[in-house]
């Protein structure tokens, strides 16, 4: 009798225990799935119920959108003064249909910022949101209160007042948001643009440098629609894990764009601001180009290339040669990374009227010295499959945690990362590795020397799986908090990111 009692509470506790796992796991899957999705969003969504545009489409049909350039609210010759709002709208985007976006003073995208080293410049950035948000220039070398990582989000309705100086030379940057797990799904809503910094060199340099005419931004981003063109954002733990892919190309905010150009030589911004994609670009007739900048400033010489490869937030800037074209011609930008994807036609409509010669040289870039090294550190980024209710992004097995330093380093000190993509047994991601604050440059990439169209200052990283990349990188100027993480957004909502203090 007495064995009878103990067996039949051994069998209660039992069932006890597995209920209270079952529905734990449940929620946590619940709170997972959902907790990054913007309330319109739909997730789990139905994949045959989308909208679907054909990547092998040949017809371009919309003239690419280009976003205006910022001017300042007040302007002295000491400083000027910004004001954005961050505001959820609905766009007209497909005759008669409206969409719900995300904007910067605008219902989507925003405006150029566009600036000069050593100007003083000053933001009121009033979050109209019901969520927070915060506004990252990424990546632009600011004091680290100003850099609006995670540590500092805007709550909804406040206003934000950052000011500080540019102290850099000239480059393409962006500003998106950047608090904790919704930066995904905001980013998506269309809320990122550019950010454009010209110094005293930019401006003399021979190249084209015309924004609108011959100096034209190609932001290309991958979406989902549903049947009434709303977008779709799933967050499932497919999409997580692996990535969000779209099933639509947009650039800028066209779809099926066509750009048309001169018989000159044309300067192209080209930024992945993708989720999760990585793009290999290139030309439909196999025409070579010239990379004259990466993530950071210029290169040495343009490097004449057939395709150069972008993973999520990287970017660089080519000059495409459309002397020997005829009016009439037309060429598509293409990709061909793990799938064939036609971006842009690029159509030559204009005779020039000048003669444009590629320069033989740019800038002179001071390097590195391996040998200034005084510290060596390694990060891991490891895909762990989900197991049980842990789904592991991590860097070397930890998660971001906002209230832990995980690595102080010394100012003014130089050091060199290896990073390594650690895949899971059967999930093979690639990441995109950025750091905020400094950048960098790759010292090897398996052991070689980088490529060409990598070898230069970079804040941006690719790896394949199984990569091992050693980077060399000093830090200046600022000292407090930052972060560096995989720029996957979904892995980055889902804490692949750690946080380094700057100390003196
Ligand atoms: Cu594009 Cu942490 O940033
Ligand atoms: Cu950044
Ligand atoms: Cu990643």
Request: proline content about 4%; overall charge neutral; glycine content about 2%.
């Amino acid at each position: 009798m007495k064995n009878m009692i103990h067996k039949t509470y051994l069998l209660l506790i039992f069932i006890i225990l597995i209920s209270i796992t079952i529905i734990t796991y449940g929620c946590f899957n619940y709170l997972w799935t959902t907790n990054n999705n913007y309330y319109w969003i739909m997730w789990w969504y139905n994949l045959e119920n989308q909208n679907t545009l054909d990547f092998s489409n040949s017809k371009f049909t919309n003239k690419l959108y280009i976003p205006k350039i910022l001017t300042p609210i007040t302007e002295s010759w000491w400083i000027e003064k910004y004001s954005i709002k961050v505001q959820s709208w609905e766009t007209e985007f497909f005759n008669w249909i409206k969409t719900r976006t995300l904007g910067y003073n605008w219902s989507f995208l925003g405006p150029t910022i566009r600036v000069k080293e050593w100007q003083k410049i000053s933001f009121d950035i009033k979050n109209n949101l019901d969520q927070p948000t915060t506004v990252h220039w990424h990546w632009v070398h600011t004091p680290s209160e100003y850099d609006w990582g995670v540590f500092n989000p805007i709550k909804p309705w406040e206003t934000f007042k950052p000011n500080f100086e540019i102290k850099q030379v000239a480059w393409t940057f962006w500003y998106h948001p950047h608090s904790m797990w919704n930066t995904a799904t905001q980013a998506y809503s269309w809320l990122a643009w550019l950010f454009i910094i010209d110094d005293d060199k930019s401006e003399k340099l021979e190249i084209p440098k015309n924004y609108w005419v011959d100096d034209i931004p190609l932001v290309i981003q991958d979406k989902n629609f549903d049947n009434n063109w709303q977008l779709v954002y799933s967050n499932n733990m497919h999409s997580v894990i692996n990535w969000m892919y779209g099933n639509t190309i947009m650039v800028n905010w066209s779809l099926t764009p066509y750009q048309e150009v001169t018989k000159w030589v044309i300067r192209f911004r080209l930024l992945n601001w993708s989720n999760a994609r990585t793009y290999n670009f290139k030309l439909s007739n196999n025409q070579e180009f010239y990379e004259i900048a990466t993530d950071w400033w210029f290169v040495e010489k343009p490097v004449k290339l057939n395709s150069i490869r972008l993973s999520p937030w990287e970017r660089a800037e080519i000059l495409i040669d459309f002397s020997n074209y005829k009016i009439g011609d037309n060429v598509v930008l293409q990709s061909n990374f793990d799938e064939n994807l036609n971006i842009i036609e690029f159509r030559v409509t204009k005779e020039a009227n000048k003669k444009y010669i590629i320069p033989k040289s740019l800038v002179s870039i001071d390097w590195l010295d391996p040998n200034s090294s005084i510290k060596e550190r390694t990060f891991n980024l490891q895909t762990m499959e989900r197991w049980m209710m842990w789904n592991l992004l991590t860097i070397n097995w930890k998660n971001m945690y906002i209230n832990r330093v995980d690595e102080k380093i010394k100012l003014w000190s130089t050091e060199i990362w290896t990073i390594k993509n650690i895949p899971g047994f059967w999930m093979n991601v690639w990441h995109s590795f950025h750091i905020h604050d400094m950048q960098f440059q790759i010292l090897s990439r398996n052991w070689n020397p980088p490529d060409d169209s990598e070898k230069w200052w970079k804040d941006t990283v690719f790896l394949n799986v199984w990569d091992n990349v050693k980077i060399i990188i000093k830090f200046t100027d600022y000292t407090w908090k930052y972060m560096y993480h995989c720029h996957i957004l979904e892995h980055e909502d889902n804490w692949m990111m750690w946080v380094f203090e700057i100390i003196k």
